[in-house]
C-alpha cells in the first residue's frame, strides 16, 4: 500500500512554522516544463527544480526559528508584521508549485529524499517537497547550513520521520493523494 499525502502535512507544517491561522496557500500539482518555465523567470535558473515557494509575507512576519539567518530580501522590511485581519477572514500566505514529474523521477532514481540520493516512494517524495514548500512560506530557508539542519530536522519531525532511516518504502510509481 502506498504512503497517502496528506493536506494534514501541509497543514502541520505551516503550524509548526507560525503561520497565521486560519490561511490558505495554493498547491499546485504540475510538470518539468512549467517548472522550468517559472524557475527562468522567477529565480533567474535554468532547468526544472523539484518545488518553488512563493510567499506573500516577508520571513520577517513569521517567528524565528533555530539556524534562521534574516537576510534583507528586496520586497521585505525588517520589521515586518502578520497581516491584521477580522477572525473570521483567512490569509493568503502563497504558492508552492511542485513537479510531479520530478517528484515520480527523483523517488524511482534514488534522487529523492533530503540528501538526494534516496530510492524510496513518490508519494514520500511529494510529501516531503509539500512540506518543504510550506516551510519556504513563512520564511525558512536553507543558504546556510545552519537553516539547512534546522530545516531538515524540523521536515523529518513533521513527516514522522525523525527515526527513520532515509529507505524505500513502497512501489515509487504509485501515489495517492488524500485531501
Given at each position: 500500500?502506498?504512503?497517502?499525502?496528506?493536506a494534514?502535512?501541509?497543514?502541520?507544517?505551516?503550524?509548526?512554522?507560525?503561520a497565521?491561522?486560519p490561511a490558505?496557500?495554493?498547491?499546485?500539482?504540475?510538470n518539468?516544463a512549467?517548472?522550468?518555465?517559472?524557475?527562468?523567470?522567477a529565480?533567474?535558473?535554468?532547468?526544472?527544480?523539484?518545488v518553488?515557494s512563493f510567499?506573500?509575507?516577508?520571513?520577517?512576519?513569521?517567528?524565528?526559528?533555530p539556524?534562521?539567518h534574516?537576510?534583507r530580501r528586496?520586497?521585505?522590511g525588517?520589521?515586518?508584521?502578520?497581516?491584521?485581519?477580522p477572525p473570521a477572514?483567512?490569509l493568503?500566505l502563497?504558492?508552492?508549485?511542485?513537479?510531479?514529474?520530478?517528484a515520480?523521477g527523483?523517488a524511482?532514481?534514488?534522487?529523492?529524499?533530503?540528501?538526494?540520493?534516496?530510492?524510496?516512494?513518490?508519494?514520500?517524495?511529494?510529501?516531503?517537497?509539500v512540506?518543504?514548500?510550506?516551510l519556504?512560506l513563512?520564511g525558512?530557508?536553507?543558504?546556510?547550513?545552519?537553516?539547512?539542519?534546522?530545516?531538515?530536522?524540523?521536515?523529518?519531525?513533521?513527516?514522522?520521520?525523525?527515526?527513520?532511516?532515509?529507505a524505500p518504502?513502497?512501489?515509487?510509481r504509485?501515489?495517492?493523494?488524500?485531501?
Amino acid at each position: 500500500m502506498a504512503r497517502a499525502v496528506h493536506a494534514r502535512d501541509l497543514a502541520q507544517a505551516l503550524e509548526a512554522a507560525g503561520a497565521p491561522q486560519p490561511a490558505t496557500v495554493g498547491l499546485i500539482l504540475t510538470n518539468d516544463a512549467e517548472l522550468a518555465e517559472l524557475n527562468e523567470r522567477a529565480m533567474g535558473r535554468s532547468g526544472p527544480t523539484d518545488v518553488l515557494s512563493f510567499p506573500l509575507l516577508p520571513a520577517g512576519a513569521f517567528p524565528p526559528h533555530p539556524g534562521q539567518h534574516r537576510r534583507r530580501r528586496p520586497d521585505a522590511g525588517t520589521d515586518a508584521q502578520p497581516f491584521a485581519l477580522p477572525p473570521a477572514q483567512r490569509l493568503h500566505l502563497g504558492e508552492i508549485i511542485v513537479s510531479v514529474e520530478r517528484a515520480v523521477g527523483q523517488a524511482d532514481e534514488g534522487r529523492g529524499g533530503q540528501t538526494g540520493d534516496v530510492r524510496w516512494s513518490a508519494a514520500d517524495e511529494l510529501r516531503l517537497l509539500v512540506t518543504h514548500g510550506a516551510l519556504h512560506l513563512c520564511g525558512w530557508d536553507h543558504a546556510e547550513p545552519e537553516e539547512e539542519a534546522a530545516m531538515r530536522a524540523l521536515e523529518r519531525d513533521l513527516l514522522g520521520w525523525s527515526n527513520r532511516p532515509e529507505a524505500p518504502l513502497t512501489d515509487p510509481r504509485r501515489l495517492t493523494v488524500i485531501p
